[in-house]
């Protein structure tokens, strides 16, 4: 299964340290989580979310990066709310019982959140991520409508 990362450069192994500090939307903070998006677009919706300051303000060195891994995500119940899907990630990752955990993404929920244990003993066969550059910036450039269509109008 190909997973898809939208992170800054700094930040692109897959040792869980973001979320072992800060905790994650499923996962509580003192425990290594690397989070995924099952496409890509969904990762860079949920880069998105964490630009305050909207897309013009991001950084640029972001890369969108991929891995595939040979395993398949143990599902957090579709009808979990967010205490009981926090509930079921923090059960799932003491007991180290799988490799990764998905649950159906709040942003685009034709797609899933795919959690990756660095703790999990096959973790170690996980590639490092494939990436390349990524400007929210450029992807998102809105083209000057009025300007392109002046005469026809």
Do not use: K
Not at 33 to 45: H, I, R
Not at 75 to 102: C, G, I, M, N, Y
Not at 122 to 147: I, N, Y
């Amino acid at each position: 299964m190909r997973l898809w990362r939208l992170t800054r450069s700094a930040h692109v192994a897959l040792d869980g340290a973001g979320t072992l500090r800060h905790g994650g939307r499923y996962s509580p903070p003192g425990v290594p989580v690397v989070n995924f998006a099952s496409e890509a677009g969904l990762a860079v919706l949920v880069g998105l979310r964490y630009l305050p300051d909207g897309p013009a303000s991001a950084a640029e060195d972001y890369v969108l990066g991929w891995t595939d891994v040979a395993a398949t995500p143990e599902r957090v119940p579709d009808d979990a709310d967010e205490e009981q899907a926090r509930a079921f990630v923090t059960a799932w990752l003491a007991d180290r019982r799988s490799l990764l955990a998905a649950i159906r993404s709040r942003v685009l929920p034709e797609a899933d959140v795919v959690m990756l244990n660095p703790l999990h003993p096959a973790a170690h066969r996980v590639s490092p991520l494939t990436t390349r550059p990524f400007s929210f910036t450029q992807c998102l450039h809105v083209p000057p409508m009025r300007e392109r269509y002046r005469g026809a109008l």
